[in-house]
């Protein structure tokens, strides 16, 4: 068998290059080019010592977290212990879902019995095979920052994540709501701040007929039904101007609670200067949240 060194550390090099340039990326480091191709250089030199018999205790676990220490200090340097921790955690994480897709490929182009006898006899490097390991890691570099992404996303959006009581009369409806800093929805007259909710949390109350004008956003042809249809709310009910996405001037039905009651990491807020303007649709296309709560809601109680 024939065995090509070159090839062999070059292919680990451009690998560890990738997973050390995504660990950068989810770690928002700033690392300068030659310590990047540095460590990868040293990654790649730890795989060719595989084909070196007298070299085989360079294998065992300990050696092995040595080297991705190593590798580590020289791309990233030691700017503290938890810093370093973190960086080594994301390091292991990314090498785990890059792992994960090449061997998701070789499972797809190779039976269950080969890719099997490949792991143990070490016969996986052949020209088909380095192939599909070319193909994966591009793919897994992919996947993993696209995962990352999400997981820095949702992290970034439960800190705007709040608990929503809304109390009208008797009655009261719970949700999730997102404080959203960019909402500046305020009732013009009473310059009373809108928390949007979606209309469906109200639709045992609301009369079917308006919700299908809400659902259309004809809010202003319900006001010659207003006092007409039978609704228990009538005197809470308000219609709130604002700015649609053509520019153009919309109206929200909106309601006036007793209170609003809002629950964060923080604490507890409450409100009764608010109003709850109804949205005909799905504020969150995964339902994660149910309301937009307006940020003046949560910096002080009313």
Sequence with gaps: MIVYLDIIFLMNTLIDGALLWTTAWARKLRVTWWRLVLSACIGGSYAVFLFFPPLDFLYTFLVKFAFSLV?????????????FIRNLGSFYMINCIAAGAVVGFMYFKHSAGDLVDSVRIGRGL?????????????????????VITQLKRKADMASYIAKVDVHIDAVASSCIGLIDTGNQLYDPLTKTPVMVMEATQWGEWIPEEWMVKIRKAEVDQLVTAIGTEPFIWQDRLRLVPYRGVNRSTQFMLALKPDKVIITTEQGQMESSKVLIGLDGGRLSADNAYQAIIHPSLVQASG
């Excluded at 580590?72 to 030691?78: E, V």
């Excluded at 088909?128 to 920052?145: D, H, K, Q, S, Y």
């Design 71 to 83: 590798m580590l200090l020289t791309a990233f340097g030691f700017k503290g212990v938890p810093g």
């Design 126 to 146: 052949n020209g088909a095979t380095l192939g599909l390991v070319v193909a994966a890691i591009p793919f897994a570099v992919w996947l993993t920052r696209q």
